[in-house]
Protein backbone atom coordinates (compact mmCIF):
# COMPACT_ATOMS: atom_id res chain seq x y z
CA UNK A 1 0.00 0.00 0.00
CA UNK A 2 1.39 3.22 -0.78
CA UNK A 3 1.32 5.18 2.50
CA UNK A 4 3.07 8.47 4.23
CA UNK A 5 3.25 8.33 8.16
CA UNK A 6 4.89 11.63 9.65
CA UNK A 7 5.87 11.61 12.98
CA UNK A 8 7.83 14.02 15.28
CA UNK A 9 5.45 16.36 16.16
CA UNK A 10 5.63 18.32 19.82
CA UNK A 11 5.43 21.06 21.90
CA UNK A 12 8.54 23.27 21.58
CA UNK A 13 9.75 26.88 23.19
CA UNK A 14 10.11 29.42 20.78
CA UNK A 15 13.69 29.59 19.24
CA UNK A 16 14.00 26.00 19.18
CA UNK A 17 14.58 23.19 17.33
CA UNK A 18 12.57 19.65 16.25
CA UNK A 19 13.24 17.34 13.18
CA UNK A 20 10.21 15.91 11.44
CA UNK A 21 10.17 12.75 9.72
CA UNK A 22 7.49 11.29 7.15
CA UNK A 23 8.63 7.27 6.39
CA UNK A 24 6.90 6.26 3.31
CA UNK A 25 5.97 2.92 1.83
CA UNK A 26 4.78 1.43 -1.39
CA UNK A 27 7.23 3.64 -3.44
CA UNK A 28 10.69 5.32 -3.01
CA UNK A 29 11.53 8.86 -1.58
CA UNK A 30 14.37 9.10 -4.06
CA UNK A 31 11.97 8.62 -6.63
CA UNK A 32 9.22 11.32 -5.94
CA UNK A 33 8.88 14.44 -5.41
CA UNK A 34 8.04 15.63 -2.13
CA UNK A 35 6.32 18.50 -0.07
CA UNK A 36 5.33 19.39 3.54
CA UNK A 37 2.45 21.57 3.29
CA UNK A 38 1.01 23.36 6.80
CA UNK A 39 -2.22 24.14 8.31
CA UNK A 40 -2.23 26.14 11.54
CA UNK A 41 -5.36 25.57 13.65
CA UNK A 42 -8.64 26.54 12.05
CA UNK A 43 -6.50 27.89 9.19
CA UNK A 44 -5.99 27.06 5.29
CA UNK A 45 -2.93 25.35 3.84
CA UNK A 46 -0.05 26.70 3.15
CA UNK A 47 3.07 24.93 1.65
CA UNK A 48 6.47 24.90 3.31
CA UNK A 49 8.91 22.99 0.91
CA UNK A 50 9.86 20.18 -2.03
CA UNK A 51 12.49 18.44 -2.68
CA UNK A 52 13.11 17.31 -6.14
CA UNK A 53 13.85 14.10 -7.71
CA UNK A 54 17.45 15.34 -8.53
CA UNK A 55 17.67 16.35 -5.16
CA UNK A 56 17.18 20.42 -5.39
CA UNK A 57 14.72 21.94 -2.52
CA UNK A 58 12.38 25.09 -2.67
CA UNK A 59 11.07 27.09 0.01
CA UNK A 60 8.38 29.27 1.11
CA UNK A 61 9.87 32.56 1.82
CA UNK A 62 9.28 32.61 5.54
CA UNK A 63 11.12 29.00 6.16
CA UNK A 64 14.07 30.02 4.07
CA UNK A 65 17.23 29.75 6.36
CA UNK A 66 15.28 28.16 9.31
CA UNK A 67 13.50 24.86 7.52
CA UNK A 68 15.39 22.15 6.14
CA UNK A 69 13.87 19.31 3.90
CA UNK A 70 15.79 15.96 3.37
CA UNK A 71 15.64 12.78 2.64
CA UNK A 72 17.29 9.23 3.38
CA UNK A 73 17.14 6.48 0.45
CA UNK A 74 17.95 3.98 3.25
CA UNK A 75 15.46 4.15 5.52
CA UNK A 76 12.57 5.39 2.27
CA UNK A 77 11.85 8.62 4.80
CA UNK A 78 11.40 12.24 4.32
CA UNK A 79 12.68 15.19 7.25
CA UNK A 80 11.55 18.65 7.97
CA UNK A 81 14.52 20.21 10.20
CA UNK A 82 12.95 23.14 11.81
CA UNK A 83 15.17 25.91 13.41
CA UNK A 84 14.32 28.88 15.00
CA UNK A 85 10.97 27.85 15.79
CA UNK A 86 8.20 31.25 15.78
CA UNK A 87 4.75 30.88 17.20
CA UNK A 88 3.50 31.41 13.93
CA UNK A 89 4.66 28.07 12.92
CA UNK A 90 2.36 26.15 15.15
CA UNK A 91 0.79 23.83 12.78
CA UNK A 92 -0.23 20.55 11.93
CA UNK A 93 2.66 19.35 8.84
CA UNK A 94 1.66 17.14 6.27
CA UNK A 95 4.13 15.55 4.01
CA UNK A 96 3.03 14.52 0.44
CA UNK A 97 3.70 12.85 -2.93
CA UNK A 98 4.18 14.34 -6.40
CA UNK A 99 1.33 12.70 -8.52
CA UNK A 100 3.41 11.26 -11.43
CA UNK A 101 3.62 13.77 -14.24
CA UNK A 102 2.46 16.79 -12.45
CA UNK A 103 4.84 16.56 -9.50
CA UNK A 104 4.22 20.32 -7.96
CA UNK A 105 0.05 18.38 -7.38
CA UNK A 106 0.34 16.45 -4.21
CA UNK A 107 -1.59 12.97 -4.61
CA UNK A 108 -0.54 11.01 -1.72
CA UNK A 109 -0.58 12.71 1.94
CA UNK A 110 0.16 11.55 5.30
CA UNK A 111 -2.06 12.08 8.42
CA UNK A 112 0.04 15.13 9.79
CA UNK A 113 1.89 15.80 13.00
CA UNK A 114 1.25 18.51 15.13
CA UNK A 115 3.90 21.15 15.78
CA UNK A 116 3.33 23.74 18.75
CA UNK A 117 5.45 26.58 19.61
CA UNK A 118 4.67 28.01 22.90
CA UNK A 119 6.70 28.82 26.07
CA UNK B 1 3.77 35.54 -4.72
CA UNK B 2 0.54 34.71 -6.96
CA UNK B 3 -2.03 35.24 -4.36
CA UNK B 4 -4.99 33.06 -4.46
CA UNK B 5 -8.66 34.24 -3.93
CA UNK B 6 -11.47 31.52 -3.68
CA UNK B 7 -14.89 32.09 -3.24
CA UNK B 8 -17.42 31.92 -1.79
CA UNK B 9 -16.16 31.47 1.26
CA UNK B 10 -19.05 29.21 2.33
CA UNK B 11 -21.33 27.85 0.29
CA UNK B 12 -24.77 26.19 1.62
CA UNK B 13 -26.54 24.05 -0.93
CA UNK B 14 -28.89 20.99 -0.55
CA UNK B 15 -28.20 17.33 -1.74
CA UNK B 16 -28.65 16.63 -5.03
CA UNK B 17 -27.85 20.24 -6.15
CA UNK B 18 -25.37 21.88 -8.09
CA UNK B 19 -22.62 23.75 -6.31
CA UNK B 20 -20.03 26.23 -8.16
CA UNK B 21 -16.80 26.81 -6.61
CA UNK B 22 -14.83 29.96 -7.90
CA UNK B 23 -11.07 30.38 -7.50
CA UNK B 24 -8.77 33.64 -9.26
CA UNK B 25 -5.60 33.96 -9.88
CA UNK B 26 -3.74 37.20 -8.89
CA UNK B 27 -1.51 36.63 -11.90
CA UNK B 28 -1.88 33.69 -14.55
CA UNK B 29 -1.15 30.27 -13.64
CA UNK B 30 -1.63 29.28 -16.84
CA UNK B 31 -3.49 25.65 -16.73
CA UNK B 32 -1.34 24.73 -13.20
CA UNK B 33 -4.15 24.65 -11.00
CA UNK B 34 -5.38 21.87 -8.71
CA UNK B 35 -8.42 21.34 -6.35
CA UNK B 36 -8.45 19.74 -3.56
CA UNK B 37 -10.74 18.25 -0.61
CA UNK B 38 -10.17 18.39 3.08
CA UNK B 39 -12.88 16.91 5.84
CA UNK B 40 -12.74 17.70 9.54
CA UNK B 41 -9.42 16.06 11.00
CA UNK B 42 -8.44 14.64 7.11
CA UNK B 43 -5.79 15.23 5.28
CA UNK B 44 -6.55 16.99 1.83
CA UNK B 45 -7.76 14.60 -0.93
CA UNK B 46 -6.47 15.42 -4.40
CA UNK B 47 -9.58 15.81 -7.15
CA UNK B 48 -8.31 17.94 -9.98
CA UNK B 49 -5.46 18.47 -11.36
CA UNK B 50 -4.15 20.49 -15.04
CA UNK B 51 -7.22 22.74 -14.04
CA UNK B 52 -9.80 20.20 -15.55
CA UNK B 53 -8.27 16.48 -15.29
CA UNK B 54 -9.99 14.26 -12.37
CA UNK B 55 -7.27 12.62 -10.36
CA UNK B 56 -7.45 8.66 -9.48
CA UNK B 57 -10.62 7.37 -8.39
CA UNK B 58 -12.89 10.91 -8.28
CA UNK B 59 -16.35 10.62 -9.31
CA UNK B 60 -17.47 12.13 -12.67
CA UNK B 61 -19.86 14.53 -10.91
CA UNK B 62 -16.79 16.61 -9.92
CA UNK B 63 -15.74 18.75 -13.07
CA UNK B 64 -12.96 21.63 -13.23
CA UNK B 65 -12.75 24.41 -15.82
CA UNK B 66 -10.67 27.91 -16.54
CA UNK B 67 -7.58 28.81 -17.23
CA UNK B 68 -5.05 32.04 -16.89
CA UNK B 69 -6.52 33.63 -14.05
CA UNK B 70 -10.54 32.11 -13.32
CA UNK B 71 -10.82 28.69 -12.31
CA UNK B 72 -14.25 26.75 -11.63
CA UNK B 73 -15.16 23.24 -9.67
CA UNK B 74 -18.28 22.29 -10.11
CA UNK B 75 -20.15 19.30 -8.36
CA UNK B 76 -23.00 18.37 -10.72
CA UNK B 77 -25.14 16.83 -7.56
CA UNK B 78 -23.93 16.94 -4.32
CA UNK B 79 -23.58 13.83 -2.09
CA UNK B 80 -23.44 13.70 1.67
CA UNK B 81 -19.54 12.85 1.27
CA UNK B 82 -19.13 15.95 -0.49
CA UNK B 83 -19.71 18.22 2.43
CA UNK B 84 -16.43 19.38 2.57
CA UNK B 85 -13.65 22.65 2.28
CA UNK B 86 -12.15 22.63 -0.95
CA UNK B 87 -8.96 24.19 -1.82
CA UNK B 88 -7.30 25.59 -4.66
CA UNK B 89 -3.64 25.65 -5.44
CA UNK B 90 -1.65 27.04 -8.13
CA UNK B 91 2.00 25.31 -9.31
CA UNK B 92 2.80 27.30 -11.97
CA UNK B 93 5.33 29.75 -9.94
CA UNK B 94 6.94 29.64 -6.79
CA UNK B 95 6.42 29.98 -4.05
CA UNK B 96 3.18 27.16 -4.84
CA UNK B 97 0.49 28.71 -3.30
CA UNK B 98 -3.36 27.83 -1.97
CA UNK B 99 -6.70 29.15 -2.01
CA UNK B 100 -8.26 30.15 1.63
CA UNK B 101 -11.04 27.51 0.82
CA UNK B 102 -14.46 27.11 0.48
CA UNK B 103 -16.50 25.43 2.78
CA UNK B 104 -19.71 23.73 1.46
CA UNK B 105 -22.29 23.26 4.07
CA UNK B 106 -25.27 20.99 4.29
CA UNK B 107 -28.66 23.80 3.10
Known amino acids: EVQLVESGGDLVQPGGSLKLSCAASGFTVNSNYLSWVRQAPGKGLEWVSVIYIDGSTYYADSMKGRFTISRDSSENTLFLQMNSLRSEDTAVYYCARGLMGTPLASDIWGQGTMVTVSS | EIVMTQSPATLSVSPGERATLSCRAS??????LAWYQQKPGQAPRLLMY???TRATGIPARFSGSGSGTEFTLTISSLQSEDFAVYYC?????????FGGGTKVEIK
Open chain 2, 50 to 52: GAF
Open chain 2, 27 to 32: QSVSRS
Open chain 2, 89 to 97: QQYNNWPLT
